[in-house]
């Protein structure tokens, strides 16, 4: 694959990518209460992460 392409592929990759969200104190507060509360009720809980964009 010519090399040019492989350049335009990973700029077309990035644009793709979403920031990374900041969390206020109050929302990892939030979410360190729910995952304790989960432990302790055995519910379910769904996490989802940013990796790399």
């Given at each position: 694959?010519?090399?040019q392409y492989i350049g335009l592929q990973e700029v077309m990759k990035k644009q793709l990518?979403?920031?990374q969200p900041l969390l206020t104190e109050e929302q990892i507060e939030?979410?360190?209460?729910?995952l304790?509360?989960?432990?302790?009720?055995?519910?379910?809980?769904?996490l989802t992460h940013h990796k790399k964009g």
């Open positions: 694959m010519p090399e990518e979403a920031p939030q979410i360190n209460f729910t304790i509360e989960t432990l302790h009720t055995n519910k379910q809980v769904y």
